[in-house]
């Protein structure tokens, strides 16, 4: 059952599904172009996902047939509540608009994208944060900020080309083109394209997937993905991942896992 939390903003509805957070981006009448209020509301779902140990993953949609066109280039101040909260928080965490756009202090659960037409700019730029992608049929993705004379910080110019082939990225990048959902597919920038109006539904199919995993493997292995990266030496990286992945072999949901194998049934996890 459905809950909407207390942490919502006016731009940014966060709910909970059993175990699944769901973040809606909501500013359907500007395209969902981010501003105060919808960062804020995003900072604070991130927060709970990471947080919680009821939650074992998140969806980020939106509200409307444009999933974001990115940052919102007219809005001035707002002078509302939401707002002046998320001016107050900056104050006391400055890389908050960061965390928000998942590049910086991403949570150690998976996210899974739902994409309804387009998503540009940042649009794009929060796709890269995310770990599983769904896109509907006539979904557009880009990162056109060098169309505008402006720079991806949402730090595109860095992950694009460890997420795809570098020729391609480099041709979103400094061309600003658009790449269609087939295109994003066959590139691995997504992992799916479903009929139009289908991509949350599909993006739901794969978070109660995710529930049925355990959580403790779960988030360790989501931490290794965010943590160790093509840039670090593997003797390095094999160091980390043992000591991330052994506690988790240890652990009684391990037990659980193997004794649920042999006698042919679910494995019932409790995340210890």
């Not at 394209?193 to 739901?204: F, N, R, T």
Request: charged share 25%; net charge negative; aromatic share 6%.
């Amino acid at each position: 059952m459905r809950e909407q939390l207390d942490i919502s903003t006016n731009n940014c509805i966060i709910e909970q599904d059993g175990h699944i957070l769901i973040v809606t981006l909501n500013r359907p009448e500007v395209r969902n172009a981010f501003n105060g209020p919808m960062l804020l509301g995003m900072y604070k779902g991130w927060r709970r996902l990471d947080e919680d140990d009821n939650l074992f993953c998140a969806i980020l949609t939106a509200k409307g047939d444009t999933f974001c066109a990115g940052m919102d280039l007219k809005v001035g101040p707002e002078v509302v509540e939401d707002a002046a909260e998320f001016q107050t928080l900056m104050q006391s965490v400055p890389n908050l608009h960061w965390q928000a756009l998942l590049r910086e202090d991403r949570p150690n659960k998976p996210i899974i994208l739902a994409v309804e037409g387009y998503a540009l700019a940042g649009g794009t730029e929060i796709l890269q944060g995310t770990d599983l992608r769904v896109g509907a049929e006539d979904s557009i993705f880009g990162v056109t900020e060098v169309i505008r004379g402006l720079y991806p910080l949402g730090a595109s110019a860095i992950r694009l080309r460890r997420q795809i082939p570098y020729c391609l990225a480099a041709e979103i990048l400094l061309l600003g083109r658009r790449i269609s959902a087939q295109e994003a597919l066959s590139w691995g920038l997504i992992n799916r394209v479903v009929p139009k109006g289908k991509a949350l539904e599909e993006a739901m199919k794969m978070a109660h997937q995710l529930c049925e995993n355990g959580p403790l493997s779960l988030r360790a292995i989501t931490r290794t993905l965010r943590e160790l990266d093509e840039s670090m030496p593997m003797a390095e990286a094999l160091k980390i991942q043992d000591e991330i992945g052994w506690p988790v072999l240890s652990s009684e949901d391990a037990k659980e896992g193997m004794t649920a194998f042999k006698e042919k049934r679910k494995p019932v996890f409790k995340g210890s």
